[in-house]
């Protein structure tokens, strides 16, 4: 239980995704908050550190339903699932969120104004997202997918047009925890997407899509930062000592 304890969150989700569902059951924040250790993240919760070893162990213990191990994914094809699903995810999902969004507004903002917050946090974190993805598809990940067939090939380290591949990876994780402290104000805002009792049926879905975002969103940066990135820099380094 120990080893439990002194490991980062980041590195107990990456082993198995289903230590996730235990994190957030306290709060935990495992994504963009998944660099400090179990022990340290339950203080900071005030939290019994022994109770969260103790499910964590009950869940890396039963291999049944193991979750998909992401960390023996070549690099490329890890990028390309992150682009094919989660890029795509939020493609999909934004501008549906965007016309709930301003129906309910309409609707309920007089009586809620806190939607009108809600929808301005929302907007803001779409656009920012769009630029966010489009600055990984078009130079962080073909740089990746080159240094993974240059391994293979047994060619030299290809030039970056960014110099030292962390210098990207550092600024995308910086705009992550931008968009993962913006949910979490929206989740706040919405007392963690709870519907009030003058609620209809559009107001539930819209706090059901918000939520369904944000869980996706966690496991998108997830892989990215605790996963892909760390793994990038690790290849990269293998080119440079040898």
Not at 124 to 142: D, I, N, R, T
Not at 163 to 177: A, K, L
Not at 208 to 225: T, V
């Amino acid at each position: 239980m120990s080893d439990i304890k002194e490991k980062t969150i980041g590195e107990i989700v990456a082993d198995d995704y289903r230590a996730a569902a235990v994190f957030e059951s306290y709060g935990i924040d495992f994504c963009c908050g998944g660099n400090i250790t179990v022990e340290e993240a339950c203080q900071q919760k005030s939290v019994n550190t022994n109770e969260v070893a103790d499910k964590l162990a009950a869940i890396l213990n039963n291999q049944q339903g193991t979750s998909v191990d992401f960390k023996s994914w070549p690099l490329d094809l890890l990028a390309d699932y992150i682009q094919k699903k989660h890029h795509r995810y939020v493609e999909e999902k934004t501008p549906i969120l965007k016309q709930y969004l301003a129906k309910v507004c309409m609707a309920h903002g007089d009586g809620h104004p806190e939607l009108f917050k809600i929808k301005e946090e929302f907007d803001a974190s779409a656009g920012q997202l769009a630029m966010h993805m489009k600055k990984e598809e078009l130079l962080l990940f073909p740089f990746i997918r080159k240094m993974v067939q240059a391994k293979s090939s047994r060619q030299p380290l290809p030039q970056a047009p960014f110099g030292n591949v962390e210098n990207p990876i550092q600024n995308m994780i910086h705009e992550h925890d931008t968009e993962g402290d913006r949910f979490k104000k929206i989740s706040a805002l919405s007392d963690n997407y709870s519907v009030p009792a003058d609620g209809c049926n559009t107001y539930m879905i819209t706090y059901a899509m918000l939520k369904e975002f944000e869980d996706d969103l966690h496991l998108h940066i997830h892989l990215e930062n605790n996963i892909l990135f760390p793994k990038a820099i690790e290849l990269e380094k293998e080119f440079i000592e040898n």
